[in-house]
C-alpha cells in the first residue's frame, strides 16, 4: 500500500519540465565555487576597462552583460564606443563592430587617429596599427539595416570563429523594425542579453535618447527612446551627452553610469574633453596616449600635439559608403 501511494505522489512530478529540474539550493557546490571566485579571486573586477580611470576600481565590461549607451543624435555616442573598443583591444579582447551607419573604412579611419593622437596619420602609423590590430578587431561590412535573427547568428559566429568578446551594435534603429514597434524592441534586446549570457561576451548595444529642450539638457535612463524594456533588460546603462560649448575652460561631455546591476555603488558620472585631433575623450587629470603604433610616433594637433586645443583642420571622416558584401573583416592592408 505504501509503495502504492508514493507511485501516484511521483506521477504528477514524471513531466517535470527543464526550468523545474534547473531550481538548485543555494548551498549547491557549483554556486558556492563561484561566489568565492567573485570574492576571494577578484571577479567582481574582471572584464574590460573603461578608457577613463575614474571607473578602474568602480566597474568593468563583464562578460555575460549587456550595456546600453544612450544619448541623442550628434551626441558622440559612436565615436566613444570606438574609443572603447580600441582600448578593449589594448587589453588583449577581440572586438566585433556590427554598424549598419558607418562602413568598416570610415570606423577604421576613425580608430587611426584615436590610436596615433593624429589628426592626419603618417602611413607608418596606420600600417602599424593595421598590423597589431589584425587579430583584434572585426568588422561586419554591411551598410543598410539586420533582421534580429541575422543579428544573432553574426554574434554566435563570431564568438565561435573568432573569440570575439566585445560586441558593438550600432544601433537599435538599424534593425529592420518600425521605431514604434516596442515588442520588436524588446525581443532585440532580450535576445542580445541572452546571446552575451550564453557566448560568454559583452555587447554594447547603442540606443537613441529623446531629444529634450536643449541639447545640453542632462539625461536620465528613461530618457532612452522606446521600449522601457530597454533599460529594464540591460545589465548596465550609460547616457553620453555633449555639452557643444566653446569654452576651453568647461568640459566638452557628460559620461553617467547611471546603471549596474552586479556592482555596488558603481554609479557615479565624470565631465570629459574632447581632443578634436585624435577624437578621443578624456579627463583632465588623464590625457590620452597612443595605442598599438609605434612608441616613436609623434602625436600632431591637439592638446597632445602642436596645438594648445584644436586641430588645423579636421578631415571629414565618417561618411558610410554602401557595400555588397556581408562578410565580416578584419582590418587589414593587403
Known amino acids: 500500500e505504501k509503495m502504492r ?12 519540465t527543464d526550468a523545474q529540474r534547473n531550481i538548485r539550493s543555494a548551498g549547491d557546490p557549483e554556486f558556492t565555487q563561484q561566489v568565492l571566485d567573485h570574492y576571494m579571486l577578484g571577479e567582481n573586477l574582471k572584464g574590460i576597462e573603461l578608457p577613463f580611470g575614474a571607473y578602474k576600481h568602480r566597474f568593468r565590461l563583464k562578460p555575460e552583460e549587456l550595456t546600453v549607451l544612450g544619448g541623442i543624435n550628434g551626441a558622440g555616442k559612436s565615436l566613444l564606443a570606438s574609443q572603447m573598443i580600441l582600448h578593449a583591444g589594448e587589453q588583449g579582447y577581440k572586438s566585433l563592430s556590427i554598424s549598419m551607419e558607418m562602413s568598416p573604412k570610415a570606423q577604421i579611419s576613425r580608430l587611426w587617429r584615436q590610436a596615433s593622437l593624429q589628426v592626419e596619420p603618417t602611413l607608418d602609423a596606420g600600417l602599424e596599427f593595421a598590423r597589431w590590430s589584425k587579430d ?11 533582421d534580429p535573427n541575422t543579428l544573432v547568428s553574426i554574434i554566435r559566429y563570431s564568438a565561435d570563429n573568432y573569440g570575439i568578446k566585445l560586441v558593438l551594435v550600432d544601433s537599435l534603429m538599424t534593425m529592420s523594425m518600425a521605431s514604434d514597434d516596442w515588442n520588436g524592441q524588446k525581443a532585440v534586446v532580450n535576445a542580445l542579453a541572452n546571446c552575451a549570457r550564453n557566448l560568454d561576451v559583452h555587447v554594447i548595444l547603442v540606443a ?13 535612463k ?3 527612446a522606446g521600449s522601457a524594456d530597454i533599460t529594464n533588460r540591460a545589465d548596465n546603462v550609460i547616457l553620453f551627452s555633449r555639452s557643444f560649448n566653446h569654452d576651453p575652460h568647461e568640459s566638452d561631455a557628460h559620461f553617467d553610469l547611471c546603471k549596474a546591476r552586479h556592482y555596488d555603488n558603481a554609479e557615479h558620472s565624470i565631465d570629459l574633453n ?41 578631415p571629414k571622416i565618417g561618411k558610410s559608403e554602401r557595400t555588397e558584401t556581408t562578410e565580416v573583416v578584419s582590418p587589414t592592408l593587403n
Open 5 to 16: 501511494v508514493e507511485e501516484e505522489r511521483l506521477k504528477p512530478y514524471r513531466k517535470m
Open 222 to 224: 528613461w530618457s532612452i
Open 208 to 220: 537613441h535618447a529623446k531629444k529634450g529642450e536643449k541639447v545640453t539638457d542632462r539625461l536620465d
Open 274 to 314: 574632447l581632443c578634436m585631433a585624435s577624437l578621443n575623450y578624456f579627463q583632465r587629470d588623464s590625457l590620452p596616449k597612443a595605442i598599438g603604433v609605434p612608441l616613436e610616433t609623434k602625436p600632431i594637433g591637439g592638446i597632445m600635439g602642436e596645438l594648445d586645443r584644436v586641430a588645423l583642420h579636421d
Open 136 to 146: 583584434k578587431m572585426y568588422f561586419y561590412d554591411q551598410h543598410g539595416s539586420v
